[in-house]
């Protein structure tokens, strides 16, 4: 896959002008990232339900439009107040930042797992942007400013322990027996979690590794909220994306046309979209498919 070309979700389309002016270096790329997105929870600022709609905003130039109503012109200036930026989380962080480094031909694609670095005692889910900087694979976390004194490097997190743990890396790990499943989850606060939650992420991070950056809330294939179905298709999957991590270029092709032939795998041409919000909706994802991309059945 070329990971240098917009998906179907971090095109721009008519702001791809306005995204070309974001730098390509992580360090500014990031500050002007956090001017533009807040995060919907985390921030603690009570959005409007008018507002909160943006966290569905699913693709890229639908974020940018909430900005442009906001502050047209330049994504650069001027500085925006936490609580007139883009209602997001943290993939629309990543988005964000893949979608620009694309935009200057860089290769970038979003990480799915659970961080260990935000809470000593639980392990969130969380999306992080890999780029490739000419003679490795690199994660960076846009969302977190680097002056906040984390226990990783925000421009340089570890995918694995003391990181970002990928979600095929925590299955593999709780099928052998040697994970806890429970502190796994959205918030400690909040019963979404555990033995299924990694499962379905297994699936998230294949989808966003072949180009359908999903909302992390978007269900779809053999998803579902309890820990049921073939088990063993998720290990295999699981297994494929880890040897891929190591690199496996075969075990990577092999897990990319799988991917695309199993409907198990993939959305199709709808998703079950359990926003925060609170209403579970059904997604057509047909309209917004780029020619050239994945077909859909």
């Excluded at 925000?154 to 322990?161: E, H, I, M, N």
């Excluded at 891929?244 to 993939?266: M, N, P, S, V």
């Excluded at 979209?273 to 020619?291: A, E, Y």
């Amino acid at each position: 896959m070329d990971y240098s070309r917009h998906s179907a979700y971090s095109a721009p389309r008519e702001y791809a002008a306005l995204l070309a002016e974001l730098p390509a270096d992580l360090p500014t790329l990031g500050s002007a990232v956090r001017n533009l997105i807040v995060h919907y929870r985390g921030s603690g600022i009570d959005f409007p339900p008018d507002r909160l709609a943006e966290i569905d905003s699913r693709w890229l130039d639908r974020l940018l439009a909430h900005d442009q109503r906001r502050f047209p012109g330049s994504l650069l200036t001027p500085e925006r107040a936490p609580e007139n930026r883009i209602a997001g989380c943290c993939r629309d962080y990543t988005l964000l930042t893949v979608a620009a480094l694309r935009q200057h031909g860089i290769p970038a694609r979003s990480r799915i797992g659970f961080a260990d670095y935000l809470d000593p005692s639980f392990h969130f889910d969380h999306v992080v942007t890999q780029w490739w900087d000419g003679d490795r694979w690199r994660a960076a976390d846009t969302q977190l400013d680097p002056s906040w004194g984390l226990p990783v490097d925000p421009l340089d997190v570890p995918l694995g322990p003391g990181g970002l743990v990928p979600a095929a890396q925590l299955w593999t790990a709780y099928r052998r027996g040697d994970l806890d499943p429970s502190s796994y989850g959205v918030h400690p606060d909040v019963p979404v979690g555990g033995a299924w939650f990694i499962r379905n992420y297994v699936l998230h991070e294949a989808a966003h590794r072949y180009g359908d950056e999903l909302l992390l809330w978007d269900m779809y294939g053999t998803m579902s909220m309890d820990l049921d179905g073939d088990l063993s298709l998720i290990d295999e999957v699981a297994a494929l994306l880890i040897a891929a991590d190591d690199g496996d270029e075969a075990a990577d092709r092999k897990l990319e046309q799988w991917y695309a032939a199993d409907d198990r795998l993939h959305p199709g041409r709808t998703v079950q979209s359990h926003s925060p919000r609170g209403p579970v909706s059904t997604v057509d994802l047909t309209l917004r498919l780029l020619h050239g991309q994945r077909p859909v059945k």
